[in-house]
């Protein structure tokens, strides 16, 4: 049993051998990257949720990662695919390391750099990976740079080239001899077998993102669209009854566009993007899954929850309820300023300005997207008074000039496995910000999922609306909320939700 201590979705308690092959034996999403299962008999490892026969419990052993069974020598199912399995991550340093590289993070190979970026000497690192997976930072980044590539030859026609280099090989050559090594068999064989042509010249790429069901996607567009920077973001209607979620990009200094639509049939979300953003595919769909925030485990939050009479019946209302993201942590900071003692609708009218006045111009094939957001160097540049121009208080711009700065000299990169706390703390260095925008921004940004704005007075509002009486104070509905943790956030998507 190779099960290591459980993550904040699933309590450790439950992971024991005993618990896991009932779970696979039921085919319990709930458990859905969780843990994976080898299968000594075969050698083959699979998610919970594998539609294969059940294998005897005898020929079961269990891994919190794909990584530690890749390590033990297992290959990954090619019917179920480990690489599409939601993450089941906790709140910690060795989580936030794992983040990293399966953003692509050790693709240059530099251990010592990303090391320094943690705060940790490379053997340090290589400990603290070794006592929560059981793999080295470099075992841990080849299973996902395959595992990636994968994924783009069962769902892309990318030449094998691109393919090599989008999942952060530096050849081909490497890439072929790595993935024959561990799966014993060559790419060509993967493409051949998921039935897909290469071909060239392509102009968009379009991949598979998996959650574990329940999912409320149209409370999750309602609020992305209420909130959607204009020129910047959007939801739209393409053909009739489908909706989608678009938005210009820029990242690592590739400029394009992307477009999220739900598939529920799959319990997948699904991605299109341009053919050029190839580079920066796996950072890329490391921010899609936290804006979605498509790792949740809803079962588990919403049993915790459901103790509470104010909260139970707006689960069963509204099952699957997330906490909506962020692509851009800077983006989502200068909105949450934006948004301080005016309406989401006013907000929206001065964020549209600002990309107007300070923004760059974007190509996308969406009607009305046509900006990037400005750079926190191109709005600590500005002037107090040229940002206040835009129809805002002196003191107001004057905090979004203060924050431009502290993001431009990296203040947002928090550190890896910084508390809720701590993150709070730093952002309330900040001229302009306090609590209730700290944790708005640690909530949706940072993906804290016990972040709380208990100053909001929607908040405190919809509690009232949910459960009768006079308005809660902060200071009550903080007491009230100690027994919501760990996921205070989705309680206040609950309670928003609830409201509108």
Not at 251 to 272: C, D, F, I, Y
């Amino acid at each position: 049993m190779d099960i290591s201590p459980g993550s904040s979705h699933q309590p450790a308690s439950l992971l024991t051998a005993a618990s896991c092959y009932r779970a696979l034996a039921a085919r319990d999403a709930r458990f859905d990257g969780v843990f994976f299962v080898g299968v000594k008999t075969t050698g083959i490892y699979c998610r919970p949720v594998c539609s294969v026969k059940t294998p005897r419990e005898s020929s079961c052993t269990y891994f919190t990662t794909a990584a530690a069974a890749e390590a033990a020598g297992f290959r990954p199912c090619l019917r179920c695919r480990p690489e599409l399995a939601p993450y089941a991550l906790q709140q910690n340093l060795a989580y936030a390391v794992w983040q990293r590289i399966a953003a692509g993070a050790l693709n240059d190979g530099d251990t010592e750099k990303l090391s320094a970026e943690v705060g940790l000497s490379s053997r340090q690192l290589r400990r603290v990976l070794l006592e929560h997976f059981g793999v080295t930072p470099v075992e841990l980044a080849q299973t996902q740079r395959l595992l990636f590539a994968k994924k783009l030859l069962q769902e892309t026609n990318l030449s094998m080239s691109d393919v090599a280099y989008a999942a952060g090989f530096g050849s081909i050559r490497r890439f072929n001899a790595l993935f024959l090594a561990r799966y014993g068999m060559a790419p060509t064989s993967i493409r051949r077998a998921a039935g897909v042509t290469p071909a060239s010249g392509q102009d968009a790429i379009t991949l598979r993102l998996a959650y574990r069901p329940p999912y409320a996607w149209q409370p999750m567009l309602t609020y992305l669209a209420g909130r959607a920077i204009p020129g910047v973001e959007g939801v739209s209607e393409e053909t009739p009854g489908t909706h989608s979620y678009v938005r210009s990009v820029m990242l690592n200094g590739l400029a394009g566009w992307l477009r999220v639509t739900h598939l529920p049939a799959r319990k997948q979300l699904e991605l299109s993007l341009p053919a050029h953003l190839a580079p920066v595919l796996m950072p890329m769909l490391a921010r899609v899954r936290k804006q979605f925030d498509l790792d949740a485990n809803p079962e588990i939050i919403a049993a915790h929850l459901s103790a509470d009479p104010l909260l139970a019946e707006q689960i069963r209302l509204v099952p699957g309820l997330r906490v909506p993201g962020a692509f851009d942590t800077f983006e989502l900071a200068i909105r949450a300023v934006l948004g301080q003692q005016v309406s989401v609708a006013g907000a929206t009218t001065v964020s549209g300005r600002l990309v107007q006045a300070f923004g760059t111009p974007a190509e996308t094939p969406f009607i009305g997207i046509n900006r990037h957001f400005p750079t926190a160097e191109r709005l600590a540049q500005a002037s107090v008074s040229e940002i206040a121009g835009l129809g805002m208080p002196g003191a107001r711009a004057l905090a979004i000039q203060s924050l431009a700065q502290f993001a431009a000299q990296g203040g947002l990169q928090m550190k890896p496995g910084a508390s809720l706390e701590e993150c709070v703390t730093v952002l309330k260095t900040v001229r302009g910000i306090g609590e209730w925008t700290a944790q708005y921004v640690a909530m949706r940004a940072l993906r804290f999922p016990n972040a709380f704005p208990a100053g909001d007075l929607g908040l405190q509002k919809a509690a009232v609306e949910v459960a009768g009486g006079a308005r809660l104070t902060e200071k009550e509905l903080l007491a009230r909320a100690v027994n919501w943790s760990p996921w205070r956030a989705y309680t206040a998507l609950l309670l928003w939700n609830a409201l509108s």
